[in-house]
């Protein structure tokens, strides 16, 4: 049975450890890893197979695990993802828009194939990727329309300098058009889906991201178009925000579960 | 790197071993096998590296191969699935349709667990494979809308006990509603489509598919819905017919060499 070290252990974290407990995911959660101690041990009272609680974050790759889950930060990526790799173990990310920085992608990417290692990132709160991977060489664009309550907008770096008011929207109305590139810099929250996208298709230089303010949902909604050669492809993704965290997607909890389950099982596996 | 046996030479197993030679996917081709001799003679022909053409399927397996890529017929996945498990090789599917005999499926799910090997299914000519996995337990309801010119539906079983002449449609006509189980042996055509789908999801007794003929369209689309607790999905994917072989979309051959791709790559992996 595969072993896990967990780094980060907040909403997602968190979820992610009990799919594991509850044998979701075939796998032991043997250590784990928090820059709050106490966020560690508030999950640790939570799981019934107790995992160590590791000193620092490099700790847990040198620990006989088969995979590290980075359920932290882009900063955590950055500072732990190559050692995973030089300690000999797969790695699973989670804050993908770490990999928007090339030299990071660079140095990760050369790292997998030099220590015989894979980077896993799930799909997020986005589906699709599967065909959009497939048709990378030949796509000729690609775009996102995200569309959010104007609260679950609130507090994004565009309105610093934007005039637009959120309180005043009172219908559907696009707020930003440009590319993923400066869209994950002014919308934070969506960096993910953006940065998910880019890896995949054409890059966030090419990939085009529109965000929508309207008053009358409660959903997030994701809208990819992707056009090449091969033909076309549309995918509309509505998603109810998690529970015990809103401002996750519930479908980012769920494709992380999938993809671990995945790497723990020896079964068939459906899609590209 | 990771040496592949190929078993079919048809249309779909020309194209991947052509991307094996060019260096698309990162391997190489040992083995060879087609119930045509000329045809394994033909492709053979047409590669640089040349692949050893071996005297029965079953020897492609007994051979130090990583993977065995079936691009045959469901009889193929039937005759030779086990034994390539069984001989400690994983195993890639393009003729999907032969795991909705149920007992075909758990024998070669029970083999990946025994033998510690893995079965992979690419997205085929439909994508966003990796949001309907990851919602499987949740998901409420998953239908397909499958639309194609007329001629292209040509001489499905269906027509033998149809009223529908498929001459008389001048407008887009439903011709079929029911579930994935039914339409499959109607519609032998859409078998790997509705298979992918049923498999991803609930299952093809619940999988609803619906049929359109329309004479205005030059492409085969696939609009898929779904829907549960974690929110709605709706994809749309527009397939040109693939120049090489009309009755297959070029996305089905382009999914099949992005899965194999990432199979013979220690790189980053986007995706659930």
Same mark, same amino acid.
């Given at each position: 049975m595969k072993r896990i070290g967990l780094l980060g252990c907040g909403a997602i974290g968190t979820q992610i450890a009990l799919a594991i407990d509850s044998g979701k995911i075939p796998a032991v959660l043997t250590h784990v890893y928090d820059n709050s101690k106490d966020a560690a041990n508030i999950l640790v009272l939570k799981l019934n197979t107790k995992p160590e609680i590791v000193e620092?974050?490099? $700790?847990l790759s040198s620990h006989p695990v088969d995979i590290v889950v980075e359920a932290a930060s882009q900063d955590a990526v950055k500072d732990v993802g190559l050692s995973v790799l030089q300690n000999k173990r797969d790695l699973m990310i989670m804050s993908v828009g770490a990999l928007l920085d090339e030299s990071i992608y660079d140095i990760l990417s050369d790292a997998c194939s030099h220590f015989k290692k894979t980077i896993y990132l799930p799909s997020g709160a986005i589906a699709g990727l599967d065909g959009i991977k497939s048709i990378k060489h030949e796509l000729e664009s690609v775009s996102i329309t995200t569309t959010k309550h104007p609260r679950s907008l609130k507090?994004?770096?565009?309105?610093?300098?934007?005039?637009?008011? $959120?309180?005043?929207?009172?219908s559907s109305t696009v707020i930003f058009e440009g590319t993923a590139k400066e869209a994950v810099q002014l919308f934070p929250a969506n960096i993910n889906v953006a940065a998910l996208l880019s890896l995949s298709g054409i890059g966030s230089e090419k990939t085009t991201v529109k965000i929508v303010a309207d008053p009358n949902t409660d959903k997030n909604t994701h809208h990819i178009e992707a056009a090449g050669k091969f033909g076309k492809m549309t995918f509309t993704i509505e998603n109810i925000p998690d529970?015990?965290?809103?401002?996750?997607?519930?479908l980012a909890i769920l494709s992380a579960i999938e993809t671990l389950r995945k790497y723990c099982s020896d079964d068939i596996q459906i899609g590209t």
């Open positions: 620092n974050s490099h $700790l507090g994004a770096k565009f309105f610093e300098t934007s005039q637009i008011d $959120l309180d005043k929207i009172n529970a015990n965290n809103p401002k996750t997607s519930r």
